[in-house]
């Protein structure tokens, strides 16, 4: 999905991509960042103005083939996490692509996205839900073989509460990333309220667990060798990818 752009971020509306009609064609001009899979993709979905004057109702959606003369991709982008997935912009330079690959009808582009990052933020749960399972089980292994003034370290307090509040998290976030897949059940395919909500509280209440996981593995935790490191990097997505959790505030407030 090409949405975002240097100079146009949570302001998706103020992008510079621009999709001129000529002819039976659309040519474009600019460029997108942090567009996952983006060195790897063979269609992007891309948001360009084609009514540059008209901000939100100017945007279109297109499809764009790899290979298409004045389309490149840039190199995977090192991030501090989620490394397996590759990020990196896309230009377009004089790119004339056929006016069928236009979706839908222009102007609805803006709409298109809405839709799309509702998608993103219900989708980007799951990893994490995953993650924090993981986590948590990891951390529960190793508090009852660690041993540490003659004890397994799980029986001291300490560990036992961060042990629970990572336990806290992970079930309320599980019952979040469900509530949502039951609303897509019942037929609803957009909830925005409950997407914001689940994506806010996955991003924002993420950090202490995740914390808690590599404190309570040592210097251990603080090392690539055991895994608590990675997932605390990984975490650090949750409240940026997909629209960051000032703007799901943003949209939960308005949606009330
Ligand atoms: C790993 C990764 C993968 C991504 N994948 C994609 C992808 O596939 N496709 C795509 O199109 N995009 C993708 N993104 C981009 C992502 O959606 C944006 O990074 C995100 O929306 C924030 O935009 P920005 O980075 O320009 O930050 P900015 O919008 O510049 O925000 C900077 C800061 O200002 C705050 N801020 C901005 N506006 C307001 C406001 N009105 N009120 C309060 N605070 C505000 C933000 O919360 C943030 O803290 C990806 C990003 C990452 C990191």
Same mark, same amino acid.
């Given at each position: 999905m090409g949405l975002t752009e240097p100079n146009a971020g949570?302001?998706?509306? /103020?992008?510079?991509?621009t999709a001129d009609k000529k002819g039976d064609t659309y040519v474009l001009n600019g460029s997108k960042i942090f567009i996952t899979n983006g060195p790897i993709a063979d269609v992007a979905v891309v948001y360009a103005k084609t009514?540059?004057?008209?901000?939100?109702?100017g945007i279109s959606a297109f499809i764009v083939e790899k290979g298409t003369p004045g389309f490149a991709s840039g190199p995977n982008l090192i991030k501090?996490?989620? /490394?397996t997935s590759q990020t990196s912009e896309l230009f377009f330079n004089n790119c004339a692509i056929p006016?069928?690959?236009?979706?839908?009808?222009?102007?609805e582009g803006f709409n298109m996205s809405l839709q799309t990052v509702e998608w993103d933020r219900s989708a980007l749960l799951a990893p994490f839900v995953g993650a924090s399972t993981y986590m948590m089980n990891r951390c529960v292994e190793y508090a009852r073989s660690r041993e540490q003034f003659g004890r397994k370290i799980g029986q001291f307090q300490a560990i036992k509460q961060k042990i629970a509040n990572i336990r806290i998290f992970g079930e309320a976030a599980r019952n979040l990333a469900y509530r949502i897949a039951w609303c897509k059940n019942q037929g609803r395919p957009m909830n925005h309220l409950e997407a914001a909500v689940a994506k806010l509280f996955v991003g924002d209440w993420s950090l202490a667990p995740a914390n808690d996981a590599v404190v309570l593995f040592g210097g251990y935790g603080y090392?690539?060798?055991?895994?608590m490191e990675r997932i605390f990097r990984d975490s650090r997505l949750a409240p940026i990818g997909g629209g960051t959790s000032d703007i799901q505030k943003m949209i939960i407030s308005k949606l009330i």
């Open positions: 949570s302001d998706v509306a /103020s992008m510079t991509t009514a540059p004057e008209k901000k939100h109702a501090m996490g989620v /490394s006016a069928e690959n236009l979706l839908g009808i222009e102007g090392c690539h060798e055991y895994d």
